[in-house]
């Protein structure tokens, strides 16, 4: 390995924007189940969580750090993407969600999550409370469709 | 594309004029041909990941059928009738079990004739349905509904697994005459 390969390697390494548990996710076609989900689904909650104060203060107007907010958020989008969920939702294969995630709450879970993501990305980029509260509820839907998850 | 209409394409139709380069073939023969599937027989549990489906039997929808649009009737073609099983849904809530149960058949399975034309399902529904009975919490028996050629002979029921686990075949061929 040269060693500017390795300090491309390094660097997305310590990025930290890597996804972690929801590595695999997209490229699965059938009957992902609550119990090897979760650890994916804990990690997006994680980021979730991470973000919402630092929006909060910034839709505040009290100073927030937003490199710390845009850290989480390329983090939160990067296992998103993970999960293959926006190529299953665009598939025009009727059964792909269906098939792919079969159980109602990882379903549940994985709407909420998105949305939520949606909308706390667009209240990085322009601070809007009404977006921020869409957020937070689709949050909130998120965290009990991860308790629901077996 | 109108599924509920009994869709039946080719796999070279579209391919006119002009002699097609090297790349198009190739191409061509990986979308149409791919792996060949395995071989299955009715009666015998299909392993689709952690679930598994059987092709019990296969005869001509009925005529009247019930009231039900799947089984209106369509010029030119036949309706045949698939009775399958389903196993291992036991673990998914019961409306989850019953959408991942109807979207598999309609969107996996597919008829091919000798012509090469292959007909996706007009429909699936719990096997209850046919006589208009409540299927109460009977998830395991359904039948799926193809509307193929008329002319076509030698039909194959393909079944296709997205994602086949260790010794599963990506996809299995029943010979629907046997």
């Known amino acids: 390995m040269t060693r500017s390969a390795l300090v491309v390697v390094l660097m997305g390494a310590c990025s930290g924007t890597g996804s972690g ?23 997006i909650l994680a980021k979730l969580d991470a973000l919402r104060p630092l929006l909060e203060r910034r839709v505040a107007g009290e100073a927030t750090d937003v490199t710390a907010a845009r850290d989480h958020s390329a983090s939160l989008a990067a296992r998103i993407e993970a999960t293959g969920i926006m190529d299953d939702y665009r598939s025009m294969r009727p059964s792909t969600v269906v098939v792919k995630w079969p159980e109602a709450s990882t379903r549940a879970f994985n709407e ?5 993501t949606v909308r706390y990305e667009a209240v990085l980029a322009f601070p809007n409370d009404d977006v921020l509260q869409q957020g937070i509820r689709a949050h909130e ?10 | 594309m109108n599924r509920r209409n009994g869709r039946t394409m080719r796999c070279a139709e579209g391919r006119r004029g002009g ?17 060949a599937p395995a071989t299955g027989s009715r009666g015998q549990p ?13 005869q001509p929808a009925p005529v009247p ?8 009737e369509q010029p030119g073609r036949e309706a045949l009738m698939l009775t399958v099983r389903w196993a291992g849904l036991e673990e998914l809530d019961p409306m989850s079990r019953l959408a991942f149960a109807e979207k598999y058949l309609e969107d996996r399975l597919t008829v091919v004739d000798s012509t090469g034309a292959r007909s996706v399902p007009t429909g699936a ?3 209850a349905l046919l006589f208009m009975n409540d299927p109460g919490d009977n998830w395991r028996d359904w039948i799926v509904v193809f509307h193929v050629p008329e002319e076509g002979g030698g039909r194959v029921l393909e079944i296709e697994n997205p994602e086949p686990g260790p010794d599963q075949p990506s996809r299995v061929a029943i010979d629907l005459a046997r």
């Open chain 2, 125 to 127: 529904m719990q096997s």
């Open chain 1, 21 to 43: 548990a929801c590595d695999g996710f997209a490229d699965r076609n059938l009957g992902i189940v609550g119990t090897e989900y979760r650890p994916c689904a804990k990690e």
């Open chain 1, 141 to 150: 839907q998120a965290k009990r469709a991860y308790d629901a998850m077996r």
């Open chain 2, 46 to 58: 299909i392993a689709i990941g952690a679930y598994a489906l059987t092709i019990e039997r296969v």
């Open chain 2, 19 to 35: 002699s097609p380069s090297a790349l198009a073939f190739v191409i061509l023969v990986v979308a149409c041909g791919g792996d």
């Open chain 1, 112 to 116: 909420a999550a998105f949305y939520a």
């Open chain 2, 65 to 72: 059928g019930p009231p039900i649009s799947t089984f209106r």
